[in-house]
């Protein structure tokens, strides 16, 4: 069997009769004479250049800067309203799947790049975290609107690669709303959200060769009867990693993730569901600079990711993994034949 390898209104009631005439007003929403102050805010990436290495253990690759730069925008002014009103903000730009102390992560133009922001009062800080819904940033009963906003650039959960981080232009809106009355406040135009200019990031890494993007192992066939008690193993057929082009001094971690159950934190591999599968057996990947068994952990980069292990310090620009596999049986149970190919995934991290 093979194993493989591989490196998402305003409502006017009337009632007519018997000469009565009667209205029953209700929410009119918010409405605003300037609609809006400015069609923009716009802050602006740093532009000092910026060298990391693929997994940074500080997340954070820039400081916070804003929209605007200092101070903060009037947004609208002239507004009536018949409830307490609340200032929003949202981003439309692509999730990157995680988050960092409760920021929303999303992507920008460079892998392992992302960006986070907030939203911002006349006071400024500390500012709330803005997600891809439509969130709250002020709340209260005034006839003026004001605040600013702020952006940072941090790591995904991939590794960062070297590029020019730019282009990201309108990246969401912000406006005000009646929360009690949303389509009372469809009069309000929405303000963009703008972030301008570029940095460049430089990332010390390592490439995966070609020739380890997807590898097969061929363990055979073997009989079960072969594999008799918990954890003991039979053939094994090695296979080889390989990494070009490293930068020097790096500290290479990986970690393996179960292809079939991404949850998995074993050291066995689950088998491939085709109807067929055999069961009572997994699959086992021994790492052969230790020759202990890997245990699988999430698809992640991240510093400290769990199961994450040291593979090698860089010396030179080529490094060679080696590593094996082998079925295992994976309980008490006896084993019942079948099928027995399993999925893996493989994340580097240099650190």
């Known amino acids: 069997m093979n194993k493989k390898i591989q490196s998402k209104h305003v409502l006017l009631t009337i009632f007519l009769g018997m000469g009565l005439l009667t209205s029953i007003p209700t929410l009119a929403g918010v ?19 910026i060298t990391t290495v693929g997994s940074p253990a500080n997340r954070y690759l820039t400081d916070w800067f804003f929209g ?19 200032s929003q903000a949202r981003i439309n730009l692509t999730s990157a799947g995680s988050d960092i102390d409760g920021y929303p992560i999303f992507k920008t133009n460079v892998p392992g790049v992302g960006i986070i922001f907030k939203g911002r009062d006349r006071a400024n800080e500390p500012g709330k975290a803005i997600g891809s ?8 009963s005034t006839t003026f609107w004001d605040g600013s906003f702020g952006a940072r650039l941090v790591s995904t959960t991939e590794t960062i690669v070297s590029g020019t981080v730019s282009g990201l232009g309108t990246v969401g809106q912000l406006h005000i709303v009646d929360k009690n009355d949303i389509t009372g406040s ?34 055979g066939t073997v009989n079960s009867n072969a594999i008799s008690t918990t954890g003991s193993s039979l053939v094994n057929s090695a296979f080889t990693i390989n990494l070009d082009s490293c930068s ?42 230790t020759m202990q068994p ?6 992640s980069a991240i510093v400290g990711n769990p199961n994450q292990f040291m593979v090698i310090n860089t010396t030179g620009t080529n490094v060679a993994i080696p590593f094996s596999a082998t079925y295992v049986k994976t309980g008490s149970s006896a084993i019942v034949g079948g099928t027995a190919n399993g999925v893996a995934t493989f994340t580097m991290s240099y650190q």
């Open 186 to 219: 469809s009069t309000i135009t929405p303000i963009n959200i703008m972030v301008n200019g570029s940095v460049v990031f430089t990332s010390k890494t390592c490439s995966v060769s070609t020739n380890s993007k997807n590898i097969s192992v061929s363990l």
């Open 133 to 140: 819904a439509w969130t709250d940033i002020i709340s209260g």
């Open 248 to 289: 020097a001094d790096l500290k290479v971690n990986m970690t393996f993730t179960d292809n079939n159950n991404p949850a998995n934190t074993s050291n066995a591999l689950s088998l491939t569901n085709d109807g067929q599968q055999a069961t009572g057996v997994g699959i086992r990947i021994i790492n052969q600079a």
């Open 31 to 49: 409405t605003c004479s300037n609609n809006p102050l400015t069609s923009t805010v716009t802050a602006t990436i740093p532009t000092t250049p």
């Open 294 to 299: 890997v245990n699988f952990g999430p698809d």
């Open 68 to 86: 605007p730069a200092s101070g903060y925008s009037s947004f609208y002014s002239g507004c009536s309203y018949n409830s307490t009103i609340a």
